[in-house]
């Protein structure tokens, strides 16, 4: 693992910073009663973050009951670095730059490109630098970048990528060849999961699915990402849903997302309308409309779906199931649908909602292990 550009935070200076960072803005004596850290020592600590320029005193907060001086607050100093966010879609290549609190500062958002490996390194270092060249001066610059594979992950390698051919591809190595911050790879459901528990404190257990050209979920346990012994964890899209079905390129027959992945729908959107430039946006539209082709699509969508999610919630008993893709953000009941198709046993243990973060919550998830990374703070929330 890399270590970040502040040296090893020592544990106390960790917690002191976790809490200012996740509620702050708050004084020293808040610290202090927060943690149970005597004044001296919080004092000491709050001193040497300020001096790194990790946080920054901001104004006067209110004065005690007891009444005595108004306390000087304390909070992040977000501008003090730069998070970069990538998610290599299966046609796309999305960016964002975060300010270290996790907000955006920019977004560009690449569609209709190829992805191949021959050519994905340089065209990531020219777009990087291209997004990268208009940031202001900040003491620690771009604190890491984290990008979103749509495959496994496991120990920041490739392990195998069905829509662009990234198999044994060393993409970090070639990257870090042209950057001298730490540089993160992971399953792109994976991140939805870290930002969906990210954004929600109380969900200590839950699980994203991730509906794009494939399916895929992200499950966190117990506040901790679960992926499984080498990153398989978490592939629902090829979770078998009906025995002898359709084939699909994991080798199987009948996985889930050969039902209900986006492509699948879209595609046979396209071929029942003869309507080869059809998108979501006009199979929802239709949808709405009540048209029997895009009705039929979508129910059938969701019948698959329904027992993929039934058979989630028999395994990890999540608090939450949150699905982000296209057509369930466009379809406004898309989580409540789904509910209702759930056996009694599963449906009264859970709440299915939508990804809290939208479309662009993978890259935000991405945003939360680089500056977690970098902060080494045990929690990192994003506001
Ligand atoms: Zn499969």
Redesign the pocket.
């Known amino acids: 693992m890399f270590t970040n550009r502040t040296g090893i935070r020592e544990a106390n200076e960790r917690t002191v910073l976790s809490v200012i960072v996740n509620d702050g803005p708050l004084s020293r004596a808040n610290l202090s009663e927060k943690i149970g850290l005597n004044k001296a020592s919080v004092s000491a600590i709050v001193k040497k973050l300020i001096e790194q320029k990790l946080i920054k005193e901001v104004g006067i907060g209110e004065s005690t009951l007891q009444g005595g001086r108004k306390p000087i607050m304390l909070e992040l100093n977000k501008a003090a670095g730069f998070a970069i966010s990538v998610d290599l879609g299966y046609d796309y290549i999305d960016t964002m730059i975060h300010y270290l609190d996790g907000t955006i500062r920019n977004r560009k958002l690449l569609p209709f490109r190829t992805i191949e490996k021959t050519t994905i390194t340089a065209d990531l270092v020219t777009i990087i630098q291209e997004i990268t060249t208009k940031l202001p001066k900040s003491p620690f610059g771009i604190v890491g970048m984290t990008i979103a594979i749509h495959g496994i992950v496991h120990n920041n390698q490739i392990i195998f990528t069905p829509a662009y051919d990234f198999t044994d591809f060393p993409l970090v190595e070639e990257l870090a060849a042209n950057f001298d911050y730490p540089i993160f790879i992971e399953n792109e459901a994976n991140l939805l999961a870290l930002s969906e528990h990210a954004k929600n404190s109380a969900y200590h257990n839950l699980v994203c699915i991730s509906i794009h050209a494939g399916v895929g979920a992200g499950i966190i346990t117990n506040d901790t990402l679960y992926t499984g012994e080498n990153g398989l964890s978490g592939e629902i899209?090829?979770m078998i849903v009906q025995a002898n079905g359709n084939p699909?390129?994991?080798g199987?027959k009948g996985?889930l997302?050969t039902y209900s992945s986006e492509k699948v729908i879209l595609d046979t959107y396209r071929e029942l309308t003869d309507n080869q430039e059809a998108i979501i946006p006009d199979l929802y539209r239709a949808y709405a409309a009540n048209d029997a082709i895009a009705t039929k699509l979508i129910s059938n969508m969701m019948d698959y779906l329904s027992i993929a999610v039934h058979n989630v919630i028999t395994l990890y008993n999540p608090k939450v199931i949150a699905i982000h893709s296209e057509i369930s953000r466009l379809i406004p009941d898309f989580p409540e649908k789904l509910r209702t198709q759930l056996p009694h046993l599963t449906a009264q243990n859970i709440e299915i909602k939508k990804a809290s973060l939208g479309e662009e919550a993978i890259l935000f998830g991405a945003a939360v292990v680089t500056i977690s990374n970098f902060l080494e703070v045990p929690k990192f929330e994003l506001k």
């Open positions: 899209g090829h699909c390129t994991c199987g996985c997302e």
